[in-house]
């Protein structure tokens, strides 16, 4: 179970953007790991490092590549446990958030080293990841579909970023067929009312019609959908958020009055989640509209967490979430994303394992979400291969078991 050769590469991600392979030799076993990329990212979040300059427009990553194969060649010749792996390199970094070597490096060399011992046990990768996790039963996720592209990830007027589907059904297969169906309704009916330019899509597949209000976008959907799913949304407050109060539909909002919006949006359209509803520092907001809504609508923390025990735990302590939205690259190991993923499971939250706007076509997160129990995955729409990836993974990982 040596370690014989570890290598690192720039490769790109669905947005034409560099990003950091890592490739782990272990014995014979040869494994690799591709890292995504965020647009709308928590400011608490690892360190995603960038080489600056004028290559790529300064978004290169040569740096994270050489720190990567320079703390590979650290550990060849070395046998870990992935905890202790993981721990390895973050007594290197010396920086949780890691600033030194960058959590694209590292979460490139975990991931891979993951894949490796999974293969060089000859069990699936999410089954290596349930041992990980202390955990026996394999659990499919319910898919996370994104229908309505807004905020960072179009270039619309909508600022609320995303509306997103849980397809219902007996199986994952059954919820995939429901969401397809429901994407290709959607298509028809907005090419139908807005013209063909009403289908572009948005990085991560949902469309991008010309909606400015948040209601009508919900209203548009809810009458595609007809029962046949429940709607959440990716509110994504930060991005609009600026010296104290909020901008919407180009409007000075305040946290009371958004409040309001939320509780009057979630009772109307019955919505199943709400992700990130107020600015990332605001752990009262989030707690308040939880305590409105709790018994029907999950409070979804993103920006707010990003993925880090001391905030997970910080919005326990303060009643602020009910759900966490997990990222591997917001933390940069394996290790950290399960030990964020059980302290919130350990809590009596759900937990919603998730892709980034600027993903790859390394479905690591399909296994990831199955091996410690997801209760969802949100990956996109069933559109663009980086996203379908994880989907097509979920399907083969629902008839092998």
Known sequence: MRITKVKARQVFDSRGTPTVEAEVHVGSTVASAIVPSGASTG??????????????????????????????????????????????????????????????????LSMAYCRAMAQYHHVPLYRHVASLCGKKRIQLPVPAMNMINGGMHAGTRLDFQECLLYPKGRSFADMMRTGVEIYWDMKAALKKKYGPLATNVGDEGGFAPP?????????????????????????????????????????????AQLLRLHERIINRFKLASVEDPFQEEDFVSFGQLLAKVRNKCLIVGDDLLVTQTDRI???????????????????????????????AQENGWKVMVSHRSGDTEDPFIADFACGIGADFIKSGAPCRSERVAKYNRLLRIEEEI
């Open 43 to 108: 400011i608490h979040e690892s360190l995603e490092l960038r080489d600056g300059g004028t290559a790529y427009h300064g978004k290169g990553v040569t740096k994270a590549v050489a720190n990567a194969n320079a703390v590979g060649r650290k550990l060849v010749g070395h046998k870990y446990t992935q905890k202790d792996f993981d721990g390895y390199l973050e007594r290197l970094e010396g920086d949780r958030h890691k600033h030194l070597f960058g959590a694209n490096a590292d979460l490139a």
């Open 211 to 255: 909606f400015d209000m948040i209601e009508k976008a919900l209203l548009f959907l809810d009458g595609v959908v007809k029962g046949r799913a429940k709607i959440g949304l990716d509110v994504a407050a930060s991005s609009f958020y600026k010296n104290g109060s909020y901008k919407l539909c180009g409007k000075k909002t305040d946290t």
């Open 313 to 343: 735990q910080w919005a326990i302590d303060q009643n602020s979430c009910n759900c966490l939205l997990l990222k591997l690259n917001q933390v940069g190991t394996v290790s950290e994303a399960i030990d964020a993923g059980l302290l």
